[in-house]
C-alpha cells in the first residue's frame, strides 16, 4: 500500500486555489489537508506546499521562506528570471511548475517534489539557456566615481589632473578602470552611464 502525502495550495485567486486543489485531490497518492488564500491561514505541518504565485513576484523567496515552516514548498508561477529563481532554490524550495504546464506535469512536479526530489518544468527550464545571466557591475571607488564626474562634465584629463591633485598618468588609469566596470568604450557612453548612475547631480561638478 502506498504513503498518502499531506498537501496544502496556498492560492490568492479562488477559481486557481479550486482549479490546484481538484488536480492535486486527484492524485490517489495525495490529500489535500488545506487550501487556503494565503500561507498565514496555514496550520501545522505538510508533506508539500504548494505555492501559486499570480504573477512574477520580487518577493518569491520571502513567501518561500514564509511557507517553508510547513513543509517542502513547490511554486506554482510563471518565469521568475535566472536570479530569482536561483535565490529561491537557495532559499529551500523543490521546484517550480509553470501555470501553463500540462496537469501530467503538475502531478509529476507534486510527486517529485514531496518525495524530495527536484522539480523545474520544461516551460521554465528551457528558460535557463535563452536568458544570459545578470552581469553584475562591479563598484565605482571614490576617486573614480570623482573622476567620473569630471569626465562627464567636459573637463580632460589634464584639466582633471589639476583639480583632483594628480599626475596625468593616475587619472588616466583611474579612466581606463571606470570604463572597464561600466563596459562603456567612448566619452558618449561614459557620460549617458555617469547620468543614469546619478554622478551628475552634484552641481559642484558642472560648469
Not at 11 to 28: F, S, T, V
Not at 56 to 80: H, K
Not at 95 to 119: D, P
Not at 170 to 197: C, F, P, Q, S
Amino acid at each position: 500500500m502506498w504513503t498518502v502525502y499531506e498537501i496544502a495550495v496556498v492560492a490568492k485567486l479562488p477559481i486557481w486555489r479550486a482549479g490546484l486543489e481538484k488536480l492535486a485531490g486527484d492524485d490517489p497518492e495525495a490529500t489535500v489537508r488545506s487550501a487556503v488564500p494565503g500561507i498565514d491561514a496555514l496550520s501545522g505541518r505538510y508533506d508539500l506546499v504548494l505555492l501559486a504565485l499570480a504573477r512574477p513576484d520580487p518577493a518569491a523567496g520571502e513567501l518561500v521562506e514564509r511557507a517553508l515552516p510547513y513543509g517542502p514548498v513547490l511554486v506554482n508561477a510563471e518565469w521568475p528570471g535566472r536570479d530569482a529563481l536561483r535565490k529561491s532554490i537557495v532559499t529551500g524550495v523543490r521546484g517550480w511548475v509553470s501555470r501553463h504546464a500540462e496537469q501530467a506535469a503538475v502531478r509529476e512536479a507534486l510527486r517529485v517534489t514531496v518525495r524530495g526530489g527536484f522539480y523545474l518544468c520544461s516551460h521554465l527550464s528551457g528558460r535557463l539557456w535563452e536568458e544570459p545571466a545578470e552581469q553584475k557591475q562591479e563598484a565605482l571607488a571614490p576617486r573614480e566615481a570623482e573622476t567620473l564626474r569630471w569626465i562627464a562634465s567636459g573637463y580632460t584629463h589634464s584639466q582633471i589632473a589639476l583639480r583632483m591633485g594628480l599626475s596625468q598618468a593616475t587619472v588616466n588609469t583611474y579612466a581606463k578602470r571606470i570604463r572597464a566596470k561600466l563596459n562603456v568604450g567612448n566619452k558618449a557612453d561614459l557620460t549617458r552611464r555617469a547620468i543614469e548612475l546619478g554622478h551628475l547631480r552634484d552641481s559642484a561638478h558642472t560648469r
